[in-house]
């Protein structure tokens, strides 16, 4: 069971797949990393998409049906990427947002170019909730990326981080492998997931980045990762790595 978190499967809701033809090409793409599970987390709230849990979940069947009738082995799950905006604890106590049904866990998309002042009191406020916020690709926020330690300070108060596996094998750059590297380097990452949004473009390295953990670091830290992925679709709780302090 290879899990993967955060991607754009699912054809017209977002920038991803604009077909279903083009999704089942990407999920042919997952397949060939040996991906079985996807947890499906279209754009919500950014600005420009708006994919409430049912959009989604129709979406989802939709294309868990496709994928049965061409024996396509990969199971889709409902998720959403959730943008950091106003009403996201109002709309937590709608059960507007989700990510694979589990009602534990949340991904939050903080914004590139700045640093929310409400970050640290809203990320707490979704804990008290019941949820776990997962940041993901902190190497996208410009502040994050200037100051390791306010991430530290994030996973130090509950919340956990998921960065890409195209950054992390290079694809984003040299300055973006690195702080990717320097994150695992203090248990600052559980998840690494594709963000995958098209077949050839933006495709699925799940497997390649797994493998650069195998080889850089260790099998046990990729049994850690796909584990802790596990657990977002089960809705359990882990334990993970204590952070390290860049101080």
């Known amino acids: 069971m290879?899990?993967?978190i955060h991607n754009h499967i699912l054809p017209?809701?977002?920038?991803?797949?604009k077909s279903i033809e083009e999704a089942i090409l990407l999920a042919s793409n997952a397949v060939d990393n040996g991906i079985t599970h996807i947890i499906a987390?279209?754009?919500?709230?950014?600005?420009?998409?708006?994919?409430s849990p049912s959009i989604v979940k129709k979406a989802v069947n939709n294309l868990n049906m496709e994928l049965s009738q061409k024996d396509i082995p990969v199971e889709i799950?409902?998720?959403?990427?959730v943008y950091f905006y106003n009403s996201i604890l109002e709309?937590?106590?709608?059960?507007?947002?989700?990510?694979?049904?589990?009602g534990k866990y949340l991904l939050?998309?903080?914004?590139r170019n700045h640093f929310p002042v409400s970050t640290f009191e809203t990320l707490y406020k979704i804990q008290l909730r019941g949820y776990t916020p997962i940041i993901v690709h902190p190497e996208r926020n410009t502040v994050l990326r200037k100051d390791k330690q306010k991430l530290y300070d994030l996973v130090n108060k509950g919340s956990l981080v998921q960065i890409t596996a195209s950054t992390l094998i290079g694809v984003q750059g040299r300055n973006l492998k690195k702080y990717t590297i320097d994150l695992l380097k203090h248990n600052l990452v559980h998840f690494i997931s594709s963000d995958a949004h098209h077949?050839?473009?933006?495709?699925?390295?799940?497997?390649?980045?797994?493998?650069?953990?195998?080889?850089?670091?260790?099998?046990?830290?990729?049994?850690?990762?796909?584990?802790?992925?596990k657990h977002v679709i089960l809705g359990t709780d882990f334990q993970p790595m204590l952070p390290i302090s860049f101080k």
């Open 12 to 17: 017209g809701l977002d920038d991803g797949p």
């Open 108 to 111: 939050i998309e903080l914004p």
């Open 91 to 102: 709309d937590l106590e709608k059960d507007l947002l989700t990510l694979a049904d589990s």
């Open 199 to 229: 077949y050839v473009k933006r495709p699925f390295l799940l497997n390649d980045a797994y493998q650069y953990v195998r080889k850089k670091f260790s099998e046990n830290q990729v049994t850690y990762f796909n584990e802790n992925a």
């Open 2 to 4: 290879l899990v993967d």
């Open 41 to 51: 987390t279209p754009h919500h709230h950014n600005g420009k998409y708006i994919n």
């Open 77 to 81: 799950f409902s998720g959403q990427e």
